[in-house]
């Protein structure tokens, strides 16, 4: 009996197929076979007028791969839809399902949430049927972005040659802009600190003013600041309060995508899109010794879940490697945005330690996995515990601060303490009543600072607390808004690898005219309520063309007021005239990028090249030649830094 099984990625396939033996063929779909059509009112591929019915086609791309799994299709006795555990994923096997005429009765539908042998055998001896309510949200939020997308776009190319607009990228470029904004409008205030420095054994030790007559200190000029310092350098400190208590600092839980594309940003400086690529590489499989096999597990996710199996093996390998102290009981906490579909990213088996296969792994992969290893075994450890020193010293009115810690059970950080710092801060032993003297008492002039331009993780944890699309988007969102010329990637004062998006001209203006006409539908909380009820299409609680409907009874109106009163921009004059006509010269967007023409067109049709601007020098210098190093961008539009001799 000859069986196949259908993937949508060929190293996948690859994988998968070492495990089933010879009696099952698995083939890749390469992604989705099919999409909505072009054609149809407003080229849309869906009827509005007749409760939104899609229209698919094949992708064109795909001819080669459908005419190959047509083949097989038809020569299999059974066949497995395996393509990945998420909405996506689910869409991916309906399509080839409903493409081939399958039988969506039948129990054809395979899920794993791991590449490894037993996960995999196990589901496959185990099917289910396709989910139609995940089918279904699928579809709803694919109508929704092409409606959005191609009359949105439509309109911003028409009135201010934007290049397009979207349901959750126009609301990641809002966030971006608002920052900017915050940031111009900003006042600093001044305001000062004050510290003592203190000595005792030889140990030196600083305390800070925290309050005033029993409130918080509030010193906003140099002369309230030198009125306070000049009056405590009269008088003595006195020890009025000590704290001493033991703390904790449980453990942070497993990795969802955001939070590790967040700290792969932070940690490793990746970016997203690389972060997914790469783990996509880990999740799909990696030989290593003991053959080919998935190292991590589904990496597109928002759960916290781990299973009891793994649980129960991370805690047996805690207590032989490390002892039976450091084992813990790790019980997640469900994100109140989750869809909880499948397992949070671990490793799959917990004896595949980061270094037994570091010489299989390309350095980034293996500093990914470590990140990815390291989190999900601490997740299963005891909080770490130190000794927490706070002492208050009184002069007059004034109320200082100092604390110290030292740690007395590392816990969780015997493995993790190379991704958290825990530093130990000494302080002498000192008694109530003590007296103390101060050897120099500092006051120092501050300005309140703006708020921080976004990073990527920042970006990516905004949109997920405002439940602004969903794990498997982030990082088409961020690669988009940059390939749309929308925002750069900037140098930031934060470091000299800390990268932070600055929006250009046309991503303001693009905001800004979204702001005027669509305020109601391109915010963060319309496009956090349209995910819930995509969530809730998928649970079977809502009904997707009742979802649409309301959606399109608030849009098509605004849309109709836009055409009818968003003004067109004018196009940028050069501030030279047309050697044939006399007109203005004007720069023009066209299909290869922006030109000169004349501000008569169509009447007189001259056309210029723009003149090519020298690139603009980072102020870094190349680490291999010594050249300055520049700024360009790729053929997708994005921003690199690259050697001025290239």
Not at 341 to 350: C, S
Request: net charge neutral.
């Amino acid at each position: 009996m000859s069986k196949l099984v259908i993937v949508e990625s060929p190293s996948k396939a690859k994988t998968i197929e070492k495990y089933l033996g010879k009696d099952y063929e698995v083939v890749s779909s390469k992604g989705h076979i099919r999409d909505l059509a072009t054609t149809g009112k407003g080229g849309l591929g869906v009827d509005i007028e007749h409760d939104f019915k899609p229209t698919y086609i094949d992708n064109f791309d795909k001819k080669d791969v459908i005419s190959d799994l047509d083949k097989k299709i038809k020569k299999a006795d059974k066949v497995y839809l395996a393509t990945d555990p998420d909405r996506e994923g689910e869409a991916i096997a309906w399509h080839i399902a409903d493409r081939f005429k399958l039988p969506l009765d039948d129990k054809n539908r395979v899920v794993f949430n791991e590449i490894t042998q037993p996960v995999v055998t196990s589901a496959i001896n185990n099917p289910s049927q396709v989910d139609m309510k995940m089918v279904s949200s699928q579809e709803t939020r694919r109508i929704l972005d092409r409606i959005i997308g191609f009359k949105l776009s439509g309109l911003l190319k028409s009135k201010i040659k934007s290049r397009s607009a979207g349901r959750v990228q126009s609301v990641a470029l809002k966030l971006i802009v608002d920052r900017e904004d915050e940031i111009k409008a900003f006042v600093p205030e001044e305001y000062w600190t004050i510290t003592a420095h203190f000595e005792k054994d030889s140990i030196p030790f600083e305390a800070s003013l925290n309050k005033i007559k029993g409130k918080k200190a509030k010193v906003n000029n140099e002369s309230e600041a030198l009125t306070i310092t000049n009056s405590c350098q009269q008088n003595d400190f006195v020890v009025s309060e000590i704290k001493d208590e033991i703390k904790q600092k449980a453990p942070k839980p497993p990795y969802t995508t955001s939070a590790l594309q967040q700290d792969a940003a932070n940690k490793l400086f990746f970016s997203s899109k690389k972060t997914m690529q790469i783990a996509q590489k880990l999740y799909e499989g990696v030989s290593i010794s003991t053959g080919l096999t998935g190292l991590i597990t589904y990496m597109r996710t928002d759960s916290l879940r781990m299973s009891d199996v793994f649980t129960a093996q991370g805690y047996n390998f805690i207590v032989n490697n490390y002892g039976k102290d450091y084992a813990g009981s790790y019980k997640s906490k469900t994100n109140k945005n989750a869809q909880d579909a499948h397992e949070a990213i671990r490793p799959t088996n917990i004896e595949n330690t980061p270094e037994s296969i570091k010489e299989y792994l390309s350095n980034d992969e293996y500093k990914l996995y470590k990140m990815i290893y390291y989190r999900a075994l601490a997740a299963m450890m005891k909080a770490s515990k130190y000794q927490a020193l706070s002492i208050k010293l009184e002069n007059g009115s004034y109320e200082f601060g100092a604390s110290g810690r030292r740690q007395v059970f590392d816990g969780y950080l015997k493995v993790y303490g190379e991704y958290e710092s825990s530093e130990d801060k000494e302080l002498p032993v000192l008694t109530e009543k003590e007296n103390l003297k101060a050897q120099k008492i500092e006051p120092k002039q501050h300005f309140t600072e703006p708020p921080l331009r976004y990073t990527e993780a920042r970006l990516i944890k905004t949109m997920e607390e405002n439940g602004i699309g969903r794990p498997s988007t982030y990082a088409s969102i961020i690669d988009t808004i940059q390939a749309r010329d929308y925002v750069t990637l900037e140098k930031s004062s934060e470091g000299s690898r800390v990268r932070v998006f600055v929006p250009t001209e046309q991503g303001v203006l693009t905001t800004r005219k979204l702001d005027e006409f669509f305020s109601g539908i391109i915010n963060t909380k319309y496009t956090a309520n349209m995910e819930s009820e995509l969530d809730q299409i998928a649970e079977g609680q809502l009904d997707h063309v009742e979802s649409l409907t309301k959606f399109y009874k608030e849009f098509q109106p605004l849309m109709d007021n836009a055409y009818e009163h968003m003004e067109k921009a004018a196009p940028e004059k050069t501030g030279e005239i047309c050697p044939n006509c006399g007109g203005d010269l004007v720069i023009r967007q066209g299909k290869y990028g922006k030109f000169i023409s004349c501000s008569n067109y169509p009447k007189c049709t001259y056309t210029a090249n723009l003149p090519k601007e020298a690139p603009e020098e980072t102020g870094e210098m190349c680490p291999e030649c010594g050249s300055p190093l520049v700024k360009r961008k790729n053929r997708y539009g994005s921003t690199f830094i690259g050697c001025s001799n290239f």
